[in-house]
């Protein structure tokens, strides 16, 4: 961690700020996975399909696809900008 804290004090490098915008895009895959998957994927196991209805199923079916898929969409954005600034960053010379 301490390395991390030097690195982003360094004097001279003028693309840290794709190292730093590509880190917070990474830290938002993350959130996403841990903050809304996995807990949409545990009511997903929690939910018993034998003593359900079929109308409670299609409730809880549309509800969590458009949720899971809207913020799939937003985490594979968000990926795939994190990817390109980071490989900026490593491509781009330091001025």
Same mark, same amino acid.
């Given at each position: 961690m301490p390395l991390i804290?030097?690195?982003f004090t360094q004097v001279g490098d003028s693309n840290r700020w794709l190292l730093i915008a590509g880190f917070f895009t990474y830290i938002l895959v993350i959130g996403i996975t841990a903050?809304?998957?996995?807990? /949409?994927t545990?009511? &997903?196991?929690r939910l018993n399909v034998l003593n359900t209805s079929g109308?409670?199923?299609? #409730? @809880?079916?549309m509800l @969590?696809?458009?949720?899971w898929t809207f913020w799939n969409n937003v985490k594979t954005v968000s990926s795939l900008l994190s990817s390109i /600034? &980071? #490989?900026l960053y490593l491509l781009l010379p330091n001025r």
């Open positions: 804290v030097i690195y903050g809304i998957h996995v807990p /949409l545990n009511q &997903l196991e109308k409670q199923l299609e #409730t @809880f079916r @969590f696809v458009n949720r /600034l &980071l #490989t």
